[in-house]
């Protein structure tokens, strides 16, 4: 389940909408009355309740639709780029283990991001948003 205080505008989500998992970005957030989240999916824009909201794995898929060009190289370590940041990950840690960097800062993540902790971190770091 995704913190309420970790959702920006923008971010990618997995959204319930009757039964049924789809993905969606986050239009709008409110801190009243609980807390909801906007969503548009494609299909519709709704507000929905955090318990209805999920996060999605940060995949290669993830960061090719993000717009990263993947460098496969001979060392058997993938190389992501967007402009002047990179994300470097070994073959066997995947997503759980790697190194992300723009221009002098650097980041060594050690845990399962998700998308939308991607999506943030790279907002932090450019002072642009991504998605």
């Known amino acids: 389940m995704i913190k309420f205080s970790e959702l920006r505008e923008g971010n990618w989500v997995m959204v319930r909408n009757e039964g049924e998992w789809m ?3 986050v239009e709008r957030i409110n801190a009243d009355d609980g807390g ?3 969503i548009a999916t494609g299909v519709q824009t709704a507000w929905y309740d955090m318990e209805e909201v999920d996060s999605i794995p940060l995949s ?3 960061l090719t639709e993000l717009g990263f060009a993947k460098e496969v190289m001979d060392s058997g370590n993938v190389k992501y780029k967007h ?3 990179r994300v470097l990950i070994s073959p066997n840690a995947q997503f759980k283990d790697f190194l992300m960097w723009y221009r002098e800062e650097k980041s060594h993540i050690m845990y399962p991001m998700t998308v939308h902790q991607f999506q943030n971190r ?4 450019t002072k ?3 998605g």
Not at 122 to 125: F, I, L, S, T, W
């Open 122 to 125: 790279y907002a932090e770091m």
């Open 60 to 62: 290669d898929a993830a």
């Open 128 to 130: 642009v948003p991504i």
């Open 36 to 38: 909801q989240i906007e």
């Open 83 to 85: 402009d002047a940041f």
């Open 23 to 25: 993905r969606g970005v």
